[in-house]
């Protein structure tokens, strides 16, 4: 007969044992999580599927009013848009609409924004159904509008169009928009295979290993979930950024000062200009045409408007930018319209390329009759 035996016991772990698989393990899994980069993580979303998908890109900043916020994640933006749920079909006609704030649709309802209206003025092109989306996002930068046409090109478009303006040239603000800054891999990925990869033609920063870690992408981890929670309003509501009742209007009296940027006086330095992501761009559309148009901006009647247009804007700059982009035009071929001055001053909103929907209706009919006339090229 055997002897009895002890019960065994689970073995005694102390505090600094438990604390140390505690940080390993933890520390592992944040090298996991940057090793893997999960570029793909934005895709998962509840946009599209339980929630429709939105009509403009994400963007807010006081998210409790809009419910909706501003993120980095290029995936996560497209995945709550509603052109992630709409498949290609033959009858249809695609037209993206690339472009800053003013496309976006800065104080307009979705209803109320370029895109919508050329929904409603042009609903059959080449005898096919069209579909218009709204691809504008806030941030003047040619680069930025670039990063989003190469990723909507997998959407098959028929027809980019594309309002914008000087501002969006300067070599300066290339780089600065949150799109290209928290997106820097495929920002590089994507300005490296459009041939902007040349010496002194500036790409993002890499990010660190260690901003590629869970730690080190917390923020942009929790503002996924977030846009995810304000699905939730955006359904119920179909609003999408704050409507104040009462805001400022846009400048129409100047000092005494004619400078852009850096430059005081003519000729207008085209070196400062980024035309070549314009270029760029009409290579990554590949056959898809390209309707550049110069969008139109606030023309002031105020104090020391002899010198300035508006507040971005003195007239020697931006009439030498007119005379700049023409040439380039018809030197590369470009389909190209110059819409500068369709819009009278009161037809801005706060700023002077912000319209009012009746600003935004006057340019929806010019550019739809422009689309028309074009026929099926």
């Given at each position: 007969m055997?002897?009895p ?6 073995p ?6 438990l ?15 940057a ?7 934005g ?11 939105r009509?403009?890109?994400?963007f807010?900043e006081s ?7 501003s993120l980095?994640?290029l995936?996560?933006?497209?995945a ?9 079909r033959?009858d249809?006609?695609?037209?993206l609409?690339?472009?800053d704030?003013s496309?976006?649709?800065a ?15 042009v609903?059959?092109?080449c005898g096919?159904?069209?579909?218009v ?5 806030p941030?003047?930068?040619l ?5 989003i ?5 997998r959407?098959?478009p028929?027809?980019?169009l ?5 501002e969006?040239?300067?070599r300066?603000?290339?780089?600065a928009?949150p799109v290209?800054?928290?997106n820097p ?7 490296v ?10 790409l ?11 730690i ?13 929670l304000y699905?939730?309003m ?20 100047f ?8 430059e005081s006086a003519?000729?207008?330095d085209?070196?400062?200009?980024a ?8 290579r990554v ?6 309707l ?6 606030l023309i ?6 002899q010198?300035?247009?508006n507040?971005?804007?003195p007239?020697?700059?931006?009439d030498q ?6 040439q ?6 470009w389909e190209?319209?110059?819409l500068w ?8 909103t706060?700023?002077?390329i912000h ?5 935004e209706s006057?340019?929806a ?5 422009s689309?028309l006339a074009r026929?099926?090229?």
């Amino acid at each position: 007969m055997n002897p009895p035996t002890r019960e065994s016991r689970p073995p005694v772990v102390s505090m600094p044992q438990l604390a140390a698989k505690v940080l390993i393990l933890f520390v592992a899994a944040n090298l996991v999580f940057a090793a893997w980069t999960p570029s793909g993580l934005g895709r998962l979303s509840l946009y599209n599927r339980l929630f429709p998908g939105r009509e403009r890109l994400p963007f807010g900043e006081s998210p409790q009013a809009s419910y909706n916020l501003s993120l980095e994640d290029l995936e996560a933006m497209f995945a709550s848009h509603r052109i992630s749920s709409e498949q290609s079909r033959p009858d249809e006609y695609r037209i993206l609409v690339l472009g800053d704030s003013s496309v976006w649709g800065a104080l307009l309802r979705p209803e109320q924004t370029l895109a919508a209206k050329l929904a409603d003025l042009v609903p059959i092109v080449c005898g096919k159904r069209t579909r218009v989306y709204n691809l504008g996002y806030p941030t003047l930068s040619l680069t930025k509008d670039l990063l989003i046409l190469d990723r909507a090109m997998r959407y098959q478009p028929d027809l980019v169009l594309w309002p914008t303006t000087l501002e969006a040239f300067v070599r300066e603000n290339q780089l600065a928009s949150p799109v290209v800054v928290g997106n820097p891999v495929y920002a590089r990925d994507v300005l490296v295979r459009a041939g902007l990869s040349s010496p002194g033609v500036g790409l993002p920063t890499r990010p660190s290993f260690w901003a590629q870690t869970f730690i080190g992408r917390r923020r942009a981890l929790a503002d996924l979930i977030r846009l995810q929670l304000y699905g939730v309003m955006w359904a119920a509501t179909g609003i999408d950024q704050a409507y104040p009742e009462i805001y400022p209007a846009a400048q129409t009296d100047f000092e005494a000062d004619s400078s852009f940027h850096h430059e005081s006086a003519p000729p207008l330095d085209e070196t400062h200009l980024a035309f070549e992501v314009l270029d760029a761009a009409v290579r990554v559309a590949g056959h898809v045409p390209v309707l550049v148009v110069n969008e139109p901006i606030l023309i002031s009647p105020g104090t020391n408007s002899q010198l300035r247009y508006n507040f971005y804007y003195p007239r020697w700059a931006f009439d030498q930018f007119r005379g700049l982009l023409q040439q380039r035009a018809l030197a590369s071929d470009w389909e190209y319209l110059d819409l500068w001055n369709l819009v009278p001053a009161n037809d801005f909103t706060n700023t002077a390329i912000h319209l009012t929907p009746r600003g935004e209706s006057m340019l929806a009919q010019s550019l739809a009759q422009s689309i028309l006339a074009r026929g099926c090229r």
